[in-house]
């Protein structure tokens, strides 16, 4: 066991960048821990009665379904 202490508490942030490489390597020295989820992509639509649609692609959460429903 290590007694490396590691941010705790955040559920989930979204920062937005014109240079994702040079803010992804700022964000990692300074937290000290290489982002979680680096692939999400998402969207929103909203519909005929203002009902807001939310979409998810993670490529992460794709390799952990499949490793649950091989055939």
């Not at 955040?10 to 803010?23: G, Q, T």
Request: net charge negative.
């Amino acid at each position: 066991m290590t007694n490396t202490p590691q941010l705790r508490g955040m559920a989930n942030i979204s920062f937005w960048a014109e240079d994702l490489k040079a803010a992804k390597e700022w964000y990692t020295k300074l937290l000290g821990v290489e982002s979680y989820f680096q692939d999400w992509i998402t969207a929103s639509v909203v519909d005929p009665f203002g009902n807001i649609i939310g979409f998810i692609h993670s490529p992460h959460y794709k390799e952990i379904w499949d490793s649950f429903h091989q055939t």
